[in-house]
């Protein structure tokens, strides 16, 4: 399969060089047809890479393996090992030094934001095969893809074959979100052969093994899924500990009640015992498991809204003031942490989403599902909620969940992830844009001029997806030569603006020639 | 066709009735399992009306012909019979009540917003079939969808079921492009069979007229064209009467230099003569033609940038500015004027592209081509393009040019107009939704209330697409039962959060009645 990867994005695999031989990370490098070559950012992993062999039997290499074991070797009792730990004094990992190298920064710059709490780095020290990223609001924004089987379909090859396909078109994070029957083999193999930091939900486990009974959940059981999935290597954790029993009737009036399957869950197991959850009565000794691992929180907003109606309600701010309390507890551990957010919520209430968590979170990285922005478009729910989730990413979100078309109506298959991950790429790269992250704009600058020139190739090249880019000019235009054409089938040759264009500014600076010897009066920009 | 477009659709055409007989505005009744009817605005014609017969070759019935034979009846010599005209003197036409039924608006809100030069009511009286529709921002956002055959494709049939197409999936408006043979007749027969207002840009046909020769365009074959079309019924025109020479050579550093046709023709037309294009020096003739048959302008920004990079730049908003000046002069001969915007731009610049024309254009509706929000995704330019539009849209665009996922590669077919009408009603309802538009989230809501009580044939019939919505459910749990199941394919019996949540409310209640009793301590909502 690699060589048809590399032969289908048009591109080449390359590898920056860190102040290590072990230490290289990976790029998507284009060239251009003048020569050029542009660098993009790559989650594709080994299996773009035609020089490596992958085996999904023996799973990729352990390429953090030697890191770990000096650091492990280094360690003195007591201490701490997340990459918040090592942040706060003053340490700069090898994983921090990669992310830096990845997103252009300095490994200064990096160490700063992950001990303000302003930014992640989720790597599971049992991960090894995972290549390092950051997640927070002045990096990239990322894109994390959900995958797994439910009751009723997939099995384990297809989810494996999932994530792999998911990283491929650029999924940044992947989610294991199975709740069906062998659940910890798959996410054994999706682990072993994810190039990219995998995160769970362990309460769907949990629930599994008391017979999807929630009264029947206990903190005992789902501490054991916990320390049964960290030592798996899962890099981030949704724990929906802010679904608090005094929340719960504050959602009694909603158009949609609870949508969170974990909210949903938890509620229920509250109602039943009239207690508060034990996700949040055990929520310092949750701390201490994960951060042995340097698993990283991701709190869950499980009231967050599912319809528009509901959005930015009492009970969803309720839970997001309990999440800031639980961010300041998990911070005090050492524990890396981020916080999810909405849902569905129209365009002019998005902004406070953002807003009030940063506030309320002290900065720590936003992970928004969308949101939605209508609910009236099912089958199109991709579109309704990257809408949202550019905006969202504009303001300050790290992290975009995708949605596929297939939400709320079935689980998406092959197409639809790619469909999924392709939209929320946009939105993240939309969002990059407008917040003027460094670099962002070579891309579409380096796409455009390719297009001005009629270099359809590397237009294709450049393209998110090579492939539907290629296939749709081919459509209507399928001879070789039309890719050189100075022109396309939009147009057709009399009426092309750009071809127009190129005309004019040709017979500009033949003008401009002519009235230099004249001084010079007409071409002159006005500027009135 | 009927039949099966009002089966597929899963709901009813019905009419509210105006002040006469003939005044009839068509609606959607989509009708719920519970007795309930939703009532949605409807443009996809007498074609989904069953009790209505339809013949391509002898057209549309021509519902306006006895308004505007009264209305010829009482006019007396000199005066001006354009929408504003009557607007003006306090006159309330039968087209302003009409839209004002469909926006469920006062005719003296419809009127005083086409009296401010705030809305247009595009209708050429020689256009008589189609159904009266309003453009401005104090209303519903509106869709427009191109159509038109190259010199490379397509048959006069084709296009008139394109646009028979595009209107049963929501757009508002068409605008005929043909470039290519049997312009005329194509034409002919769009605006006879189309139910909603057309648009053209007459510049492509008079371009046709000198052999596809720019420089041998003039002010005489133009004006020929206009009329040519204007008898036809054309109801709003694209000019692009802003390309000033001073402003040719602004364009000169771009990225992408010019991208509108129109501009590059008149770009191309000022160099070669040397002088100011014949569309300006010639404007207030213009306005005298546009203004006999009441046909609005759509002023084109012929300098709108085609790439990230060339966004808001000084030939952009020098061209705005210009536009801003026509728009008065337009105004003043009573003739309904609406400003086309951009185009290529990044998130955190759109608002300033509104704002701007707004001001300068004195709140004329503006109508935007998107715009798109990042370059690097071509094949899915509707939706880097829908993000920009739903945003523009919000911040009080009136009017969006739809853009399908051919745009930059090929030319849109059958699937292509209707994805991309699909995605531009998301996008301007999303801005409905978000300028609190009267009724907009009723719809939301309806579909959200059917989803949460697991009402399928709801939830499909309320989508904005139906046949896909019902599709992807099918694909995953295809049997009849799973339409009135309790829960879906996604998370399966176990694991539905909306089931869960149902029972919650149920054992909510019932707590609520054991405390009642007890003095109602435990389930107060809190509120710190």
Known sequence: MTKQDTRVLGSHKGYLSGSRPDLRVPVR??????????????????????????????GLPPLRAPW??????????????????????????????????????????????????????????????????????????????????????????????????????????????????????????????????????????????????????????????????????????????????????????????????????????????????????HFEELCTILREYDITFSLGDGLRPGSIADANDEAQFAELRTLGELNRIAKAHDVQTMIEGPGHVPMHKIKENVDLQQEICEEAPFYTLGPLTTDIAPGYDHITSAIGAAMIGWWGTAMLCYVTPKEHLGLPDRDDVKTGVITYRIAAHAADLAKGHPGAQRWDDALSEARFDFRWEDQFNLSLDPDTARAFHDETLPAEPAKTAHFCSMCGPKFCSMRISRDIRERMAEKSAEFAAGGNRVYLPVTD
Request: glycine share 8%; net charge negative.
């Open 29 to 58: 490098r284009v060239h251009l047809t003048d020569g050029r070559d542009v660098t993009l950012y790559d989650t594709s992993g080994p299996y773009t890479d035609p020089e490596v062999t992958t085996d999904v039997r023996r």
């Open 68 to 281: 770990l074991a000096e650091r492990a070797a280094r360690r003195r009792s007591g201490d701490g090992l997340t990459q918040l730990a090592y942040a706060r004094r003053g340490e700069i990992t090898e994983e921090m030094e990669y992310v830096a190298l990845r997103e252009d920064r300095s490994p200064e710059f990096v160490r700063a934001e992950i001990a303000a709490g302003r930014a992640v780095l989720p790597a599971n020290v049992r991960h090894p095969e995972a290549e390092p990223m950051i997640i927070g609001k002045n990096f990239l924004v990322k894109v994390n893809a959900n995958i797994g089987n439910s009751a009723v379909t997939s099995s384990i090859e297809e989810e494996v074959e999932k994530m792999r396909w998911a990283t491929r078109w650029g999924a940044d994070t992947i989610m294991d979100l199975s709740t069906g029957k062998d659940i910890h083999t798959t996410r054994e193999w999706v682990l072993r052969n994810s190039p990219v930091p995998v995160g769970t939900v362990p309460l769907y486990q949990a629930l599994e093994k008391v017979g999807g009974r929630a009264e029947e959940l206990s903190w005992e059981v789902f501490r054991d899924t916990v320390i049964e999935q960290a030592e798996q290597g899962v890099d981030y954790m949704t724990v929906h500990a802010g679904v608090l029993l005094r929340y719960v009737p504050l959602t009694a009036g909603r158009t949609t009640g609870i949508v969170s399957r974990g909210g949903s869950i938890m509620a229920a197991w509250c109602l039943a015992h009239h207690e508060e959850s034990f996700l949040y009565t």
